[in-house]
């Protein structure tokens, strides 16, 4: 079948086969490969991807219901660019070691704020609760997510900062 | 890598276009919405359509609304819009509590009412839910619509009364004043099933007494209501005494299984335990209600 979607802002169209998940499509067919795929399940969401501005987890979607609608990846979060405050965030917080987790985390965590720019820490923990991470312990991810709401301007944040210091 | 066997896609674009496809393919389809259940369970072969008809452009049965003494949820409402409605919350505790615990905030934003209890898994939280508050499901065809309450709908196991070219379209759940509701859940990490889940609803009487109950559980091996335990409360004024034999008739009355998630006689615990909790927050919501 034929499908048509706007991923990161730009329209793609591919021939793929009705059983395609959406993961894989990004992956393979796009050659995006910042999703991760992992546990193939719905449990560890690395896969997490917004899908009309809702994160989903894109192993338990298929590409063909995605069809009309705008996908945004890990690599749709910076602009021109700069890093979104969010992915500054993981680095100024230290978010990440190993990286697995993180496309998921930053999507979910870059949504939250878009719809609750100022997240009591419970709410944090609450929204990242459906991915998991066996690095960090989720302390320093749920600092990252917090910088980010502290500094929605993000780099430019940093910069100001180390000019002023 | 887990990848459902091949099928065909179909998008239906109205709910006539797809009691159409339905009634065209039969047996040989499914229909999807959220997918968080059909697509896991097609990835493991346990499914195998040869049509799949997706539902979810079909935004004309996603919605909640009130329409006299019934709130009416469309089948294709996600259990995310459930969880954020003012409107459940202060009606129906017990389903706001319900879907704060069904699965995880990722898959709430994709999973549907009408796909919880089509899937009817014994250890789904809707199931109990819906049972407990009397909910009605309006099922539709080529022919026309029943309504039928959650005993005739669960059929057991994985079991509906939706035929093969029918469709789930609403869920009607009645308006009760002096009532009100409570769920609690054990699971053993967010996202996992329930180890046990007791659903509770009381209706008080003017003079306090308790006019009507339900109680319901969810993974204890026991579908549909505890009418024993409930029989025992109706007529009664609620006191410590009369809540602990309602949950040690109920811890009695369910039939779990040792699992990897607990034993036999923990989840009887669970069941007698929650029961009681459940009962005595709806019966201290009810009479705020009615203050």
Redesign the interface.
């Known amino acids: 079948m034929h499908v048509t979607m706007s991923v990161n802002g730009e329209d793609v169209a591919k021939d793929i086969e009705p059983r395609t998940l959406l993961v894989h499509f990004i992956r393979d067919d796009l050659g995006l490969t910042g999703t991760h795929w992992g546990c193939d399940t719905s449990n560890c969401g690395t896969c997490v991807v917004s899908l009309d501005g809702t994160p989903v987890k894109s192993c338990t979607v298929l590409a063909a219901m995605a069809d009309g609608h705008a996908v945004r990846t890990v690599e749709g979060l910076e602009t021109a660019g700069t890093l979104d405050p969010i992915q500054q965030g993981f680095i100024e917080e230290h978010g990440l070691q190993c990286g697995f987790c993180t496309p998921g985390m930053l999507i979910t965590g870059r949504e939250l704020l878009d719809r609750n720019p100022h997240p009591t820490e419970l709410e944090i923990r609450e929204a990242i609760s459906g991915q998991i991470c066996r690095c960090t312990g989720y302390a320093t991810i749920v600092r990252a997510i917090q910088w980010a709401a502290d500094h929605p301007a993000g780099a430019a944040a940093v910069e100001q900062e180390t000019v002023q210091s | 890598?887990?990848?459902?066997?091949?099928?065909?896609?179909a998008?239906a674009t109205s709910l006539d276009d797809a009691i159409a496809l339905l009634t065209r393919y039969g047996d040989d389809a499914l229909v999807?919405a959220g997918?968080?259940s059909l697509?896991?369970m097609?990835?493991l072969r346990l499914a195998r359509p040869d049509w799949?008809i997706?539902i979810?452009e079909l935004h004309e049965l996603d919605y909640v609304r009130r329409h006299g003494d019934e709130l009416r949820i469309g089948a294709l409402a996600r259990h995310r819009t459930l969880l954020e409605s003012a409107e459940i919350a202060a009606l129906f505790p017990i389903m706001t509590e319900a879907e704060r615990v069904v699965?995880?905030?990722?898959?709430r934003?994709?999973g549907t009412i009408g796909g919880s209890l089509c899937q009817a898994d014994p250890a789904e939280d809707l199931s109990t839910v819906c049972a407990v508050l009397g909910a009605q499901a309006v099922i539709r065809s080529a022919t026309g619509e029943r309504v039928i309450g959650m005993d005739e709908f669960h059929q057991g196991p994985y079991e509906t009364a939706v035929e093969f070219n029918e469709i789930l379209v609403e869920v009607r759940i009645p308006i009760r004043p002096r009532s009100s509701s409570s769920y609690e859940k054990v699971e053993r990490r967010?996202?996992d099933w329930a180890v046990a889940a007791a659903g509770g609803s009381v209706t008080l009487a003017a003079d306090g007494t308790i006019e009507d109950a339900a109680i319901g559980v969810t993974a204890v091996g026991l579908s549909g209501r505890v009418t024993d335990a409930e029989a025992v409360l109706i007529g009664h004024r609620p006191t410590d005494a009369l809540i602990t034999e309602a949950g040690r008739m109920t811890s009695a009355a369910v039939d779990p299984m040792t699992d990897q998630r607990g034993s036999v006689e923990y989840k009887r615990h669970l069941a007698g335990e929650l029961t009681q909790r459940v009962l005595k927050r709806a019966i201290a919501r009810a009479r705020r209600q009615e203050a």
């Open positions: 890598m887990q990848i459902p066997a091949p099928f065909e896609y998008r999807v997918g968080h697509l896991p097609m990835k799949l997706d979810n699965a995880d905030p990722i898959v934003n994709r967010v996202g």
